[in-house]
């Protein structure tokens, strides 16, 4: 029996036919968020990923592609794990089934199935599906084509090892009765009753003969045959444990507490793996959770319509915490839903930019004019208001465990929301602006952004199983340095740890509003945009000269190459006040600018070619306009951290500034 406080979780180990889609993220980025939740809450986690090598489907792929599966499977591999760093997937192990540790595991099993007489040759004739890898029987079949994926069959008559899955059916339905949680959700549980206890469970056959496939393992009891590919995939739960942990660590994990796996695998998991581990004398799972699947923009993905979701795509566009957040907060988990760029641009606006990143925004926005950018004072003479802000973040706490033991990951966020919603509520009824006018009302003011400080933090760390580049952004903005690694939510939440007096750092937005796309424009899928800088995913820069007045002379005009709005939108142009203006010492054209980007943002120091136009003197005061994303440059060995826009070619003929009088940092487009 595994240690009470260990959880084990896998995902399905993916086919490795083709490139990850939007599916393989999904099941991976659920299982990352329930296996940092649990390490939160301190219990010992293994999180197991990886990849399925075996089989008929990528024999062909790899036949496809001209090359020897092995070669093809290693060429693949890496595009799943550098994908599942990209979307902060923490797992703990990734599991290959050609790994050789691996291969002697099933090779065990299959041969004490073997000598315990529970596997036996026979002949087979049947309806063979080459998709599904698998026979069906007579009455399985409807016109010809596979009740499972609807492709044609064909009638194969074969000798076949077989396992004796039958006799395991009237077990196997009472351990669903006994185990209300084995199967989940509900009406999947029902589902697999519903078949098992009106059809006969029939024998499963788990060979395939080599002249057919030989991409696979061989059976230890007869060298011509492989063993049919679920057969070797589902060991990889348990075999894993006894080769990829840094200690073998079986009895401590075995039996998982959650095999997440799409609707479309419950049968596989359900009953043969289960049936298996009867055979095994190993107990079963905890739970099978089945996830629903995704269909694009109202229709089914697929290769051959070209409307394949590539997460890495999403990753570079929006962010990967914007993407993790959009695929647990849009559908219920265990029901179908459509994906669409539309539907979660306007998520990342309304729930993202409007929601957390303005609540942030706003509150140390407050605090750095009415605080000094410091951690205010608590307020220990409470009102009914702010003992219902403190209380909420007390219930939800509880409720969120609630929920993520039920694997109702929406229900989880929209809990953080009405958090969120709230806080924002007890601003606009507490208007801290409006205390702020009177001095007697310090301890109120203090008082108030305490309680939205400390809110913020608690909303934080619950955020961090889900998004954890936006919950370390949060908590670093608020002044904190908080170790994730560490089991924050064993205990009952505390309130009141945050410190007054330590200064807090305001960043860059959490999530910066992104502008629907023009009609007509192209989507995500086909057009890769770069990324909108935030906090928490920076967006890529390129080194560039700190000027626009190019020196030589330009070669003769060439029609100026058109770019989308999307290209124009990566730069971000910002007014910007100037502090301070120096020349660089043995340079006839160069300044040195300290600017600013408004409160609470540190100076910038930009080296611009201004220098034969203006003295440094006449600057001072001006507001100018700046790109303020461009990566960090050099000009004769001073950092510059930005650009000056100037009109002018060879020579600069005036700076852009703005007519009327606007605060800097502002955004200029
Ligand atoms: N190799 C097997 C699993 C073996 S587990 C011991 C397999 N691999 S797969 O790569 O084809 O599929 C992996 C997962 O992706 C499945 O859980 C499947 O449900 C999921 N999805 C595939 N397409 C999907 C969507 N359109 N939407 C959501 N998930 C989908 O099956």
Same mark, same amino acid.
């Given at each position: 029996?595994?240690?009470?406080?260990?959880?084990?979780?896998t995902?399905?180990? #993916?086919?490795?036919?083709d490139?990850?889609?939007?599916?393989?993220?999904?099941?991976?980025?659920?299982?990352?968020?329930l296996?940092?939740?649990w390490?939160?809450? $301190?219990?010992?986690?293994?999180?197991?990923?990886?990849l399925?090598?075996?089989?008929?489907?990528?024999?062909?792929?790899?036949?496809?592609?001209?090359? %020897?599966?092995?070669?093809?499977?290693?060429k693949?591999?890496?595009?799943?794990?550098?994908?599942?760093?990209?979307?902060?997937?923490?797992?703990?192990?990734?599991?290959?089934?050609?790994d050789?540790?691996?291969?002697?595991?099933?090779?065990?099993?299959?041969?004490?199935?073997?000598?315990?007489?529970?596997?036996?040759?026979? %002949?087979?004739?049947?309806?063979?599906?080459?998709?599904?890898?698998?026979?069906?029987?007579?009455?399985?079949?409807?016109?010809?084509?596979?009740?499972?994926?609807?492709?044609?069959?064909?009638?194969?008559?074969?000798?076949?090892y077989?396992?004796?899955? $039958?006799?395991?059916? %009237?077990?196997?339905?009472?351990?669903?009765?006994?185990?209300?949680?084995?199967?989940?959700?509900?009406?999947?549980?029902?589902?697999?009753?519903?078949?098992?206890?009106?059809?006969? !469970?029939?024998?499963?056959?788990?060979?395939?003969?080599?002249?057919?496939?030989?991409?696979?393992?061989?059976?230890?009891?007869?060298?011509? *045959?492989?063993? #049919?590919?679920?057969?070797?995939?589902?060991?990889?739960?348990?075999?894993?444990?006894?080769?990829?942990?840094?200690?073998?660590a079986?009895?401590?994990?075995?039996?998982?507490?959650?095999?997440?796996?799409?609707?479309?695998?419950?049968?596989?998991?359900?009953?043969?793996?289960?049936?298996m581990?009867?055979?095994?004398?190993?107990?079963?799972?905890?739970?099978?959770?089945?996830?629903?699947?995704?269909?694009?923009?109202?229709?089914?993905?697929?290769?051959?319509?070209?409307?394949?979701?590539?997460?890495n795509?999403?990753?570079?566009?929006?962010?990967?915490?914007?993407?993790?957040?959009?695929?647990?907060?849009?559908?219920?988990?265990?029901?179908?839903?459509?994906?669409?760029?539309?539907?979660?641009?306007?998520?990342?606006?309304?729930?993202?930019?409007?929601?957390?990143?303005?609540?942030?925004?706003?509150?140390?926005?407050?605090?750095?004019?009415?605080?000094? $950018?410091?951690?205010?004072?608590r307020n220990?003479?409470?009102?009914?208001?702010?003992?219902?802000?403190?209380?909420?973040?007390? @219930?939800?706490?509880?409720?969120?465990?609630?929920?993520?033991? $039920?694997?109702?990951?929406?229900?989880?966020?929209?809990?953080?929301?009405?958090?969120?919603?709230?806080?924002?509520?007890?601003?606009?009824?507490?208007?801290?602006?409006?205390?702020?006018?009177?001095?007697?009302?310090?301890?109120?003011?203090?008082?108030?952004?305490?309680?939205?400080?400390?809110? !913020?933090?608690?909303?934080?760390?619950?955020? *961090?199983?889900f998004?954890?580049q936006?919950?370390?952004?949060?908590?670093?903005?608020?002044? !904190?340095?908080?170790?994730?690694?560490?089991?924050?939510?064993?205990?009952?939440?505390?309130?009141?740890?945050?410190?007054?007096?330590?200064?807090?750092h305001?960043?860059?937005?959490?999530?910066?509003?992104? @502008?629907?796309?023009?009609?007509?424009?192209?989507?995500?899928?086909?057009?890769?945009?770069?990324?909108?800088?935030?906090?928490?995913?920076p967006?890529?820069?390129?080194?560039t000269?700190?000027?626009?007045t190019?020196?030589?002379?330009p070669p003769?005009?060439?029609?100026?190459?058109?770019?989308?709005?999307?290209?124009?939108?990566?730069?971000?142009?910002?007014?910007?006040?100037?502090?301070?203006?120096?020349?660089?010492?043995?340079?006839?054209?160069?300044?040195?600018?300290?600017v600013?980007?408004?409160?609470?943002?540190?100076?910038?120091?930009?080296v611009?070619?201004?220098?034969?136009?203006?003295?440094?003197?006449?600057?001072?005061?001006?507001?100018?306009?700046?790109?303020?994303?461009?990566?960090?440059?050099?000009?004769?060995?001073?950092?510059?951290?930005?650009m000056?826009?100037?009109?002018?070619?060879s @020579?600069?003929?005036?700076?852009?500034?703005?007519?009327?009088?606007?605060?800097?940092?502002?955004?200029?487009?």
């Open positions: 029996m595994s240690a009470p406080n260990t959880f084990y979780i995902t399905p180990i #993916y086919y490795v036919n490139v990850p889609h939007i599916g393989h993220a999904y099941t991976t980025v659920a299982a990352d968020v296996a940092r939740y390490r939160l809450r $301190g219990r010992d986690v293994f999180f197991l990923t990886g399925d090598e075996h089989g008929q489907k990528v024999q062909q792929a790899a036949a496809k592609a001209g090359i %020897d599966p092995q070669a093809h499977c290693d693949l591999a890496p595009q799943f794990q550098e994908l599942w760093k990209r979307l902060s997937i923490s797992n703990d192990a990734f599991i290959r089934t050609t050789a540790p691996h291969k002697s595991v099933v090779q065990r099993y299959l041969q004490q199935l073997y000598d315990n007489k529970l596997i036996y040759k026979a %002949d087979y004739t049947g309806w063979y599906c080459t998709f599904d890898e698998r026979f069906w029987t007579e009455k399985d079949v409807e016109n010809g084509l596979c009740p499972d994926c609807k492709r044609p069959v064909e009638k194969l008559s074969e000798h076949n077989f396992f004796k899955m $039958g006799q395991y059916q %009237d077990r196997l339905i009472e351990h669903i009765k006994q185990h209300p949680t084995f199967i989940r959700p509900e009406s999947r549980r029902n589902e697999v009753l519903g078949f098992l206890s009106t059809q006969k !469970l029939g024998d499963l056959s788990i060979s395939r003969p080599k002249s057919r496939l030989s991409w696979g393992i061989e059976l230890p009891f007869d060298k011509d *045959y492989v063993t #049919y590919v679920w057969f070797d995939a589902l060991v990889n739960y348990v075999s894993a444990l006894e080769y990829l942990p840094k200690k073998p079986f009895d401590q994990f075995w039996p998982a507490n959650v095999h997440l796996v799409g609707k479309d695998i419950l049968t596989t998991h359900a009953v043969y793996w289960s049936t581990l009867m055979a095994l004398n190993l107990p079963l799972p905890e739970t099978i959770f089945a996830h629903g699947w995704w269909t694009v923009d109202g229709e089914k993905m697929s290769k051959s319509r070209g409307n394949v979701v590539d997460p795509k999403m990753v570079d566009e929006f962010g990967a915490d914007a993407f993790r957040y959009f695929l647990l907060r849009e559908v219920p988990f265990g029901q179908d839903g459509d994906f669409s760029q539309d539907a979660m641009v306007i998520r990342i606006n309304s729930d993202l930019a409007n929601g957390i990143g303005n609540l942030l925004s706003r509150t140390l926005t407050m605090i750095e004019k009415y605080c000094d $950018g410091k951690t205010p004072k220990q003479h409470l009102d009914e208001v702010d003992n219902a802000l403190e209380n909420q973040v007390h @219930e939800v706490f509880n409720a969120i465990h609630d929920e993520l033991c $039920g694997l109702q990951f929406h229900r989880a966020l929209d809990l953080i929301w009405s958090t969120i919603h709230l806080t924002d509520e007890y601003i606009e009824d507490k208007k801290p602006w409006g205390l702020a006018k009177d001095p007697a009302n310090r301890v109120l003011l203090e008082g108030v952004l305490y309680n939205v400080a400390e809110t !913020l933090r608690h909303i934080g760390i619950l955020l *961090y199983p998004m954890p936006t919950a370390k952004s949060i908590t670093e903005q608020l002044g !904190l340095s908080i170790d994730f690694t560490t089991p924050l939510l064993s205990q009952e939440l505390s309130w009141g740890k945050m410190t007054p007096g330590s200064k807090i305001k960043g860059l937005p959490l999530f910066p509003r992104i @502008e629907p796309k023009p009609q007509g424009a192209k989507t995500v899928s086909d057009t890769p945009t770069p990324s909108q800088p935030t906090a928490a995913t967006a890529p820069t390129t080194a000269p700190q000027v626009l190019p020196t030589a002379a003769a005009p060439a029609a100026p190459a058109q770019i989308t709005i999307d290209e124009f939108m990566k730069i971000q142009l910002k007014t910007a006040k100037v502090l301070t203006a120096e020349r660089v010492p043995k340079s006839e054209k160069l300044l040195k600018l300290q600013s980007l408004g409160e609470g943002t540190e100076p910038r120091q930009i611009a070619g201004i220098g034969k136009k203006y003295e440094p003197e006449s600057l001072i005061g001006k507001t100018i306009i700046i790109v303020a994303n461009l990566k960090p440059a050099k000009l004769m060995g001073i950092e510059s951290q930005g000056v826009l100037a009109a002018g070619d @020579e600069v003929r005036g700076l852009a500034t703005i007519l009327e009088e606007v605060d800097p940092g502002t955004k200029v487009k």
